[in-house]
């Protein structure tokens, strides 16, 4: 069975990945990756004045009919993935942290000197800036059927890593300037995101598959050597995520 990938930026490392097979002139099963903001599926949805009877655009619907018509691919969602960074990439000038219930012991301590914030506030916050993307996985159920979504990467540990490899979104937001938000702290809205994405894509009857151990480092951490950026896994990164992928589709 081939497998279909659909999301936004995090599909470039399995593409990445694709690709670097491909070059080995070895055989492999069919792997695509859609990209739903390509200018080629514009606009990339419709009926916005109703998000509940909102979807895809005309062409991304039927570049995904069209594919699981002729392939009948597993499907896996790499839909958003970077709102966490989006809000806890950069330094807050006025420094915040907050406890994630059930994970209290794991992960690195908040700073000292970051403000406490009710568990519950940084949640609302959060979840109001993935409503885009919780759309986007009903859509993709709706138009496609039963999914895998993957988790989004791990945050990177290194501080120096990111401010060299930020891409425009931070770097237009002063990263240089303001500094990268404790390490803490960007762990614990990876795994708060990850938290809201797995029960938004059960809540639609799809599957949830974390990100494989061996993609992390001993504290959990995204390995360098598959950082892309500051926030994307790289070609290494997508072959880990292929073969997990594979991998499921053998079980069933």
Same mark, same amino acid.
């Given at each position: 069975?081939?497998?279909?990938?659909?999301?936004?930026?995090?599909?470039?490392?399995?593409?990445?990945?694709?690709?670097?097979?491909?070059?080995?002139?070895?055989?492999?099963?069919?792997?695509?990756?859609?990209?739903?903001?390509?200018?080629?599926?514009?606009?990339?949805?419709?009926?916005?004045?109703?998000?509940?009877?909102?979807?895809?655009?005309?062409?991304?619907?039927?570049?995904?009919?069209?594919?699981?018509?002729?392939?009948?691919?597993?499907?896996?969602?790499?839909?958003?993935?970077?709102?966490?960074?989006?809000?806890?990439?950069?330094?807050?000038?006025?420094?915040?942290?907050?406890?994630?219930?059930?994970?209290?012991?794991?992960?690195?301590?908040?700073?000292?000197?970051?403000?406490?914030?009710?568990?519950?506030?940084?949640?609302?916050?959060?979840?109001?800036?993935?409503?885009?993307?919780? +759309? =986007?996985? !009903? %859509?993709? $159920?709706?138009? #496609?059927?039963? &999914?895998?979504?993957?988790?989004?990467?791990?945050?990177? /540990?290194?501080?120096?890593?990111?401010?060299?490899?930020?891409?425009?979104?931070?770097?237009?937001?002063?990263?240089?300037?303001?500094?990268?938000?404790?390490?803490? +702290? =960007?762990? !614990? %809205?990876? $795994?708060?995101? #990850?938290?809201? &994405?797995?029960?938004?894509?059960?809540?639609?009857?799809? /599957?949830?598959?974390?990100?494989?151990?061996?993609?992390?480092?001993?504290?959990?951490?995204?390995?360098?050597?598959?950082?892309?950026?500051?926030?994307?896994?790289?070609?290494?990164?997508?072959?880990?995520?292929?073969? #997990?992928?594979?991998?499921?589709?053998?079980?069933?």
């Amino acid at each position: 069975m081939t497998t279909l990938f659909v999301g936004q930026s995090h599909v470039g490392a399995i593409r990445a990945a694709h690709q670097a097979r491909r070059a080995t002139g070895g055989k492999f099963k069919r792997t695509r990756g859609i990209h739903t903001l390509e200018q080629g599926y514009a606009p990339e949805m419709e009926g916005m004045d109703d998000p509940a009877t909102a979807r895809f655009g005309p062409l991304l619907r039927a570049e995904l009919e069209q594919d699981i018509a002729l392939y009948r691919p597993r499907l896996f969602s790499m839909m958003g993935g970077n709102a966490h960074n989006a809000l806890a990439l950069i330094r807050h000038p006025r420094g915040y942290d907050f406890r994630l219930p059930g994970e209290e012991a794991q992960g690195p301590p908040p700073e000292d000197q970051a403000e406490p914030v009710p568990f519950a506030l940084v949640s609302t916050t959060l979840e109001r800036h993935l409503e885009l993307d919780f +759309l =986007r996985l !009903r %859509m993709l $159920r709706d138009a #496609a059927g039963a &999914f895998v979504h993957v988790e989004s990467p791990p945050p990177v /540990r290194s501080e120096t890593l990111i401010r060299e490899r930020a891409d425009a979104f931070f770097k237009d937001n002063a990263i240089d300037t303001l500094g990268v938000a404790p390490v803490g +702290l =960007r762990w !614990r %809205m990876w $795994r708060l995101n #990850a938290r809201l &994405f797995r029960a938004q894509v059960e809540s639609l009857g799809c /599957r949830f598959m974390p990100v494989p151990d061996e993609a992390k480092d001993a504290d959990g951490f995204l390995r360098e050597e598959l950082a892309g950026d500051a926030t994307h896994g790289n070609a290494d990164y997508g072959q880990i995520i292929l073969r #997990a992928a594979e991998d499921l589709v053998a079980r069933g």
